[in-house]
């Protein structure tokens, strides 16, 4: 069973900090948009769902790419 909230780890696509994100697997929003704790550079992010009710993955990457 899938929890509302999922925690992924991620490296920063800027900096290459490891990061977490928290993903809201309740709602319909698939792609976001966060800043980097470490360098402030902004991050997309978008939910990948298996379809298998496995954990989650997320997909990052620089935004403006």
Do not use: K, L
């Amino acid at each position: 069973m899938t929890r509302p909230i999922e925690f992924v780890s991620y490296p920063c696509p800027w900096c290459g900090a490891p990061g977490e994100a928290s993903i809201d697997m309740v709602s319909g929003e698939r792609e976001w948009v966060e800043d980097c704790g470490v360098c402030c550079a902004p991050i997309v992010f978008r939910r990948v769902d298996s379809g298998d009710g496995e954990e989650p993955e997320i997909a990052v990457w620089r935004e403006g790419e």
